[in-house]
Structures are given as C-alpha cells and as structure tokens.
Nanobody
Framework: QVQLVESGGGLVQPGGSLRLSCAAS????????MNWYRQAPGKQRELVAR???????YYADSVNGRFTISRDNAKNTVYLQMNSLKPEDTAVYYC???????????WGQGTQVTVSS
C-alpha cells in the first residue's frame, strides 16, 4: 500500500520559515519524481517545486529563491524548506510522487500552511 505522509505545516508569521516533510512508503522511492503542490482556497492546485530521481530541481516563479526542495532516498523522504514566507503562501501543501512516462501518481493527504500575523 502506497502512503505519502506530510508533516511540518502550521501557523507562521510573515517572514518566517517552515520545513515540510513527506515520508513515502510502499514505493521504490528513488525512481520517482517528487513534487510539492499547493492549493489555496478558491484556487486551483499549483506545482510549487519538483525534484527528479536524479536530483534536478524546478521551482515556480512565485517561490524561486525562497523555497528549497530536497530528498533523502535513504529515508524515503522529500523536504520543502520554506523561507521568507508571505501571506500568499497560505495553502494546503500536498506531496506527490510521480513517474510521468508510466502515468503513475500518488498523493499525500496534505498539510496546512498558514502565514499570518
């Protein structure tokens, strides 16, 4: 059974930092591209950051320079370090494991991030 379990969300003041984690089980973690998506109320889910099986990364323009995605294949875990947080970063953040060529997608349950003073 595939499970992706996110943790690390919460309430933080503008300018603060959070580190999200996503622990995977039931998959061959090392071959998956790992993604972080987010969905704010009333908005579509959007890709925030991606890290390939080889370690290549991609960031949405809105978070580039503030967020860092990383993975630890020994721990089957992907991380999202979020710095200089803004109120517009408020959303539910979802972990996704994907193999695009095989049309394989697995999702976590999401973790709430709220940036507010």
């Amino acid at each position: 059974q595939v499970q992706l379990v996110e943790s690390g969300g919460g309430l933080v003041q503008p300018g603060g930092s959070l580190r999200l984690s996503c622990a995977a089980s039931g998959i061959n973690f090392g071959i998956f591209t790992m993604n972080w998506y987010r969905q704010a109320p009333g908005k579509q889910r959007e890709l925030v950051a991606r890290i390939s099986s080889g370690g290549s990364t991609y960031y949405a323009d809105s978070v580039n320079g503030r967020f860092t995605i990383s993975r630890d294949n020994a721990k089957n875990t992907v991380y999202l370090q979020m710095n200089s947080l803004k109120p517009e970063d408020t959303a539910v953040y979802y972990c996704n494991a994907a193999i695009a060529t095989l049309n394989v997608n697995h999702w976590g349950q999401g973790t709430q991030v709220t940036v507010s003073s």
